[in-house]
């Protein structure tokens, strides 16, 4: 079902003691209580909680748009809590996807140039490679008859589609999913998983999201449980 | 077109209202300070060619030494003589670029009508230079009251043993002379006036066009001379008006009995070898042992109007032009907020994928540039089309202390335009310290402070 056999040993993901403490006026919130995790190549993982456990704050720590109080995060065996902001910059460029809840397309961009986004920021990629990087994407989501369309002209599932398009053009090693479900349909979210699923098989692209739509759960074959920020299993 | 800058002018479809305001404002302001520019360029223009040419001050002027100070006071002792004008000339041979140059003759005295004296202020110049300054290119482009007389003709048209006298329209005014030479028929003899109570006192003072002139000769002694206006004119200038005369060097010298002038006047075919060519007069002037001042027009004592209108002027125009600037500048730097707090979840979008803060930073920018440009182009074409509207309306107006008035023509030049295009980077300074600002929290801080909204 999902692409763990082709796993390589070597995790992708590695954390180490994750504390992460979060100021609400007078209040300390504590979102991750010392997480240890390790997500090896090619998983299609899945955390799950109830909303405010701290699976949104695991996510961002892995993307390195969030910085712990202290631990460490190692992404393909760099310590990212060393880099600077341009590093972590370059960094989630290269080797890693996001997807968003709200899809967060740009609405006067059409589907391709959405799409294109990452790529246009790599100097290493040409043109024309840009370009099948991007039809690829756009392909494999099966949005090809709608390239010249606006966020606004397409369905809550094509946008999220273009989202995932999006998070796979610069062929990342990891694709962080925050939540890619929360706004659709049972049916589409169905969908939407089947097809994270199938390009984690065809592309051997790393998944780990986070749901709290226990309906999904049948679907991934690893799951990590997380409650109060601390992971429980 | 790159995609960055594609992107950066779709974007600018998003918010339409938003931008075609700020636009407008851009545009507007820029071209108000087109047309300010146009209107202080006219007007120094005006005044810089007034003061050149109309007053005769010339782009250099040479001086006895202490001769500015001390002339009036003294003026056989300061003046130059002769020999000073000879060795003036030929250095002048040697120099590039010399276009006009003559001696100059200035004194005071009263002028009389037969029955009141008033007093003048009187220039003595070779005629034929008077005449090539009042037909000189840049007077009938800038200055076309000093090129054209109010009545009858130049000086340089008559005899010298004439005693031919240009008066100034205010003095003509006063001395109830409102005819000149040529408006009498030839051998028209001059009327004494016996009584100057008479009721017909108008009438009698205005049947010839003889004039008395009388001074204090450089001896002490007292001197007059009879002169007949040949012409009236405006000098410009509200404080001359009435009481300048123009006269022949020679009639003037006669006057005050004498061969030398107060000053040595030089113009250049090109303002701009104005240093250059001081330089190689003094060099000149120093070889053949001359001891003399050189100055040049825009020395404020040389140009007193000049330099003090234009002081007044651009001051008010800094200050005008600081304030439209500021409302430009705090309207895109209004926009620029508003747009970076809309779209704070996208700016956190691009992060996470990899865009750093200079990037994004530039992304901003090109579109405030972006809007910055194409309202310039906007303002540069509606202020082309007011200016043109305007100018063709033929609009009199007169600038502080100018005697009548000038037609307003807006004519904004290289250096208008190039104030006026300040407004382009302070239009990026405004929007990069707001993208700045944006981004100084984390990706996740600015991810949320979108969705939060």
Redesign the interface.
Known sequence: MTNTDSASSKPIVELQNLIKTYTLGLTKVQALRGVSLSINRGEFTAVVGASGSGKSTLLNMIGCIDEPDSGTIRIDDIDVTTLTDNEKSRLRNKKMGFIFQSFNLIPVLNLYENVELPLLINPAISPEERKTRIDSAIEDVGLKQFVHHLPDQLSGGQRQRVAIARALAANPDLVLADEPTANLDSATSHKIIDLMIELNSKRHVTFLFSTHDEKLMDRVSRIVHIQDGVITK | MT??W??AF??L??NKRRNVATGTAIALGFAALLAIGGYINRVEKYLRVYTIFGARTGHIIVYKKDGFENFYVKPKEYSLTPSDQQAIREVLQELPGIELHGGILQGQGLVGNGCRTFPFLAMGIDPLLDKQLRDHPMVSRWTQKFKDLQKGRGISEYGAEMGAVSIAEGLAHILHKNKVFDDFPAGHKPQLIADCTASDLFELTNGDANIQLAAGTWDGMMSALDGEIVSTFNTGVTETNSSAIVTSLQHLQKLYETENVSTYSIWLNDSASLKNTVAKLTAGLKKKNLNMDIYTWLVEDMSPYYSGTMSFLRTMVGFVTFILATVVVLSIFNAATMTVIERA??I????????????IRQMFIREITALSVLSLLAGAVVAAAGIEFINRLEISFSPPGVAGSIQLLLSPNIATVSVATVLIPLLAIGTTVVAIRSMVN???TI?LMG?NR
Do not use: D, F, V
């Open positions: 995609a960055e594609r992107l779709r974007n479809l998003r979840q996208e956190g979008m691009m992060r996470s994928l990899g865009y750093t803060k200079h990037q984390k990706p996740i991810l969705s």
